[in-house]
């Protein structure tokens, strides 16, 4: 059995905003959706509740050892973040 973790860096677009169970959900740029399902540490998760729907950012992301498709966020560029949501 192999027990190796994937490990991918993907920008992409705030779909769902990270909720009280610590999950969301992110569009990459190549239109592929991420279920994150968890933080690998606290500041990671605060990082993550500052980020609005709409928002692009690009973070480090590890599969979770859970059913489906869920990862685990690792890392967040700081640099990386910004404001595409649309003004009415």
């Known amino acids: 059995m192999n027990n190796s973790q994937t490990t ?3 920008t992409g677009t ?5 909720n009280r169970y610590g999950a969301m ?9 991420y279920q ?6 606290p500041d990671v998760a ?3 509740e500052q980020l609005r729907v709409g928002e ?3 973070l480090t992301l590890t599969a979770a050892p ?7 966020a690792t890392g967040v560029d700081a640099n990386s973040r910004t404001d595409t949501r649309l003004v009415a």
């Open 8 to 10: 991918r860096r993907v």
């Open 14 to 18: 705030v779909t769902t905003e990270l």
């Open 25 to 33: 959900t992110l569009r990459s740029e190549n239109d592929r959706t």
């Open 36 to 41: 994150i399902v968890d933080c690998a540490a």
């Open 46 to 48: 605060e990082e993550l």
């Open 56 to 58: 692009t950012v690009t």
């Open 66 to 72: 859970c059913r489906g498709n869920g990862w685990q």
